[in-house]
C-alpha cells in the first residue's frame, strides 16, 4: 500500500507515540516495580507510572484519528488497542504495521 505524504505523517507519529508507550510499559514492569516490591522504593512506580499513564492515554487517543486516516480495518484498530495493554504488544503491532504500510521512523 502507498501512503501519501498525510498518511505516512501519521503512521509515523502513531509509530513514535506507540514505541515510547510500548517502552515505558517495560521499564514499569521490569524496572520500577522491581524497585518497589523489591527494594521498598515506591516512588519509582509513582513517576514512571505517571509518565506511562499519560503515554497510554495519548496512545489511545492517536489510534482513532490514524486508523481513520489510514483507512485501517476493524480488526487492525481493535489489535492496535490490544497491543496497548501487552507488554511486548506496541513492538509486535509497530512489526506489522511496518511491513504492511511500509513506513519507516
Not at 31 to 40: Q, R, V
Not at 69 to 77: A, E, G, H, I, P
Not at 83 to 99: H, T, Y
Request: glycine residues 4%; charged residues 15%.
Amino acid at each position: 500500500m502507498s501512503l501519501t505524504p498525510q498518511q505516512h505523517t501519521w503512521a509515523k507519529r502513531f509509530r513514535w507515540i506507540s514505541l515510547i508507550e510500548g517502552i515505558s510499559f517495560l521499564v514499569l514492569l521490569l524496572i520500577a516495580m522491581p524497585l518497589k516490591y523489591m527494594l521498598d522504593y515506591p516512588l519509582a512506580v509513582k513517576y514512571v507510572g505517571w509518565a506511562h499513564g499519560l503515554l497510554f492515554i495519548l496512545y489511545i487517543y492517536v489510534v482513532f484519528p490514524t486508523a481513520h486516516k489510514l483507512k485501517w480495518t476493524f480488526s487492525r484498530t481493535f489489535f492496535a488497542l490490544i497491543a496497548s495493554v501487552l507488554p511486548f504488544g506496541p513492538f509486535i503491532f509497530d512489526r506489522n504495521l511496518k511491513k504492511s504500510q511500509h513506513v519507516d521512523l
